[in-house]
């Protein structure tokens, strides 16, 4: 497979407005030569792919004898035509999704490439600037674009698919259940792991991970199994597994609870947490209830006191750990948990009481050991 230079581009006609509601934020070459390396890692050389981009915004990612672009952007693909060879359309490419909007055969072999847009259009952050999506076939509907355009690559049988997006797709058990579409038909066959800060137009506080994800069409598919046990690798050699960590949420609630937990039970409120990023950017402990907060009984309480300690401690957890949600190994933490218990209550006055709980030396000496332990090798000084 013949994969050629591609010259790095000022790509900047949209101001953060226009960014947030196309999805478009361009990827830096060095990422696009990644893609590139993994495909001609895990391609067959001997067969002749074309190289398509459904979301290509100047083409940056388009390589190769034959390659085909389209984007929603008109500026965009303007600017893609007077730049490249490439064949480009200026559509939308999850509406009336086909082979035959390409001029491609059902015969010809396909890899699908690119940065497509991950934009939750329902989530509140930059909600203030968001607009009504774009049409979409009612089979790839998602309210993240991401997983709609995922799902569109099934629909184009695409033998490869080698894209960067959010690891969270994968490893948040409601994301992989929402690509079903896509992952019935694919299997993850390599991958690398890198940083959200490798984009110069994202948060640099609060980094998350991106996938270089290459799948193969595989009629057998994957299940959540398989991620759970597949084991990532970072762009600098870390090795994780999710299937190595237990979380908080096999024993105390994450999301808003009134449902399940009465009044009378109730001891305390914490702010629901999401993942391991969330809680670095949110609250914990909350005076009062709100339809965004966790009803705590007073067997619970210690696990509420875990989370709101390990906040202190999100500096030492690496990126790549950003959207799991919060690990804990469960034997270690009862055997210290009134250290935690202790340091919650020194944070929040307002637990005093609530618990019963101790003066105990050396607390903060024995929680660090128990995080050391827990991250072992992922742990940052």
Same mark, same amino acid.
């Given at each position: 497979?013949? =994969?050629?230079?591609?010259?790095?581009?000022?790509?900047?006609?949209?101001?953060?407005?226009?960014? =947030?509601?196309?999805?478009?934020?361009?990827?830096?070459?060095?990422?696009?030569?990644?893609?590139?390396?993994?495909?001609?890692?895990?391609?067959?050389?001997?067969?002749?792919?074309?190289?398509?981009?459904?979301?290509?915004?100047?083409?940056?990612?388009?390589?190769?004898?034959?390659?085909?672009?389209?984007?929603? @952007?008109?500026?965009?693909?303007?600017?893609?035509? &007077?730049?490249?060879?490439?064949?480009?359309?200026?559509?939308?490419?999850?509406?009336?999704?086909?082979?035959?909007?390409?001029?491609?055969?059902?015969?010809?072999?396909?890899?699908? =490439?690119?940065?497509?847009?991950?934009?939750?259009?329902?989530?509140?952050?930059?909600?203030?600037?968001?607009?009504?999506?774009?049409?979409?076939?009612?089979?790839?509907?998602?309210? @993240?674009?991401?997983?709609?355009?995922?799902?569109?690559?099934?629909?184009?049988?695409?033998?490869?698919?080698?894209?960067?997006?959010?690891?969270?797709?994968?490893?948040?058990?409601?994301?992989?259940?929402?690509?079903?579409?896509?992952?019935?038909?694919?299997?993850?066959?390599?991958?690398?792991?890198?940083?959200?800060?490798?984009?110069?137009?994202?948060?640099?506080?609060?980094?998350?991970?991106?996938?270089?994800?290459?799948?193969?069409?595989?009629?057998?598919?994957?299940?959540?199994?398989?991620?759970?046990?597949?084991?990532?690798?970072?762009?600098?050699?870390?090795?994780?597994?999710?299937?190595?960590? @237990?979380?908080?949420?096999?024993?105390?609630?994450?999301?808003?609870?009134?449902?399940?937990?009465?009044?009378?039970?109730?001891?305390?409120?914490?702010?629901?947490?999401?993942? /391991? &990023?969330?809680?670095?950017?949110?609250?914990?402990?909350?005076?009062?209830?709100?339809?965004?907060?966790?009803?705590?009984?007073?067997?619970?309480?210690?696990?509420?006191?875990?989370?709101? =300690?390990?906040? @202190?401690?999100?500096?030492?957890?690496?990126?790549?750990?950003?959207?799991?949600?919060?690990?804990?190994?469960?034997?270690?933490?009862?055997? /210290?948990?009134?250290?935690?218990?202790?340091?919650?209550?020194?944070?929040?006055?307002?637990?005093?009481?609530?618990?019963?709980?101790?003066?105990?030396?050396?607390?903060?000496?024995?929680?660090?050991?128990?995080?050391?332990?827990?991250?072992?090798?992922?742990?940052?000084?």
């Amino acid at each position: 497979m013949n =994969v050629g230079y591609t010259a790095n581009m000022n790509q900047n006609h949209l101001d953060l407005k226009g960014a =947030v509601n196309f999805g478009s934020f361009y990827t830096p070459e060095h990422l696009v030569d990644l893609v590139y390396n993994i495909i001609k890692k895990n391609a067959p050389d001997n067969e002749r792919y074309i190289i398509l981009d459904t979301s290509c915004g100047y083409g940056g990612f388009l390589r190769g004898e034959k390659s085909i672009g389209a984007d929603i @952007d008109k500026q965009a693909i303007q600017f893609a035509r &007077n730049n490249s060879y490439s064949v480009y359309f200026n559509h939308n490419s999850l509406l009336n999704i086909s082979r035959k909007q390409y001029n491609l055969s059902k015969d010809e072999k396909l890899i699908i =490439v690119g940065n497509p847009p991950y934009n939750d259009t329902t989530s509140i952050i930059r909600k203030d600037i968001k607009e009504k999506s774009c049409l979409k076939d009612d089979d790839v509907k998602a309210r @993240d674009l991401g997983i709609s355009f995922l799902r569109s690559y099934n629909k184009l049988e695409s033998d490869y698919v080698c894209v960067l997006h959010p690891l969270s797709y994968l490893i948040k058990k409601t994301n992989f259940n929402c690509l079903r579409l896509f992952t019935n038909n694919y299997r993850l066959t390599d991958s690398v792991v890198f940083s959200s800060g490798e984009f110069s137009a994202t948060s640099k506080t609060t980094q998350f991970p991106v996938i270089a994800a290459f799948y193969e069409r595989n009629l057998c598919g994957m299940n959540y199994n398989y991620i759970e046990n597949y084991k990532f690798k970072t762009i600098d050699n870390k090795i994780f597994s999710i299937k190595n960590y @237990d979380t908080i949420g096999n024993y105390a609630s994450k999301y808003p609870n009134h449902k399940q937990v009465s009044q009378d039970e109730t001891v305390a409120f914490f702010y629901t947490m999401r993942d /391991i &990023n969330a809680l670095k950017r949110a609250a914990t402990f909350l005076d009062k209830e709100t339809y965004n907060t966790v009803r705590i009984t007073r067997n619970t309480l210690p696990y509420y006191c875990y989370a709101d =300690v390990l906040k @202190d401690y999100t500096p030492h957890i690496p990126y790549y750990f950003g959207n799991n949600d919060i690990i804990i190994d469960n034997d270690a933490f009862l055997e /210290i948990k009134n250290l935690f218990i202790q340091r919650s209550v020194e944070k929040h006055p307002q637990l005093c009481g609530i618990i019963e709980q101790k003066k105990y030396n050396n607390a903060d000496i024995e929680i660090g050991k128990y995080f050391e332990s827990l991250l072992g090798e992922h742990y940052m000084d």
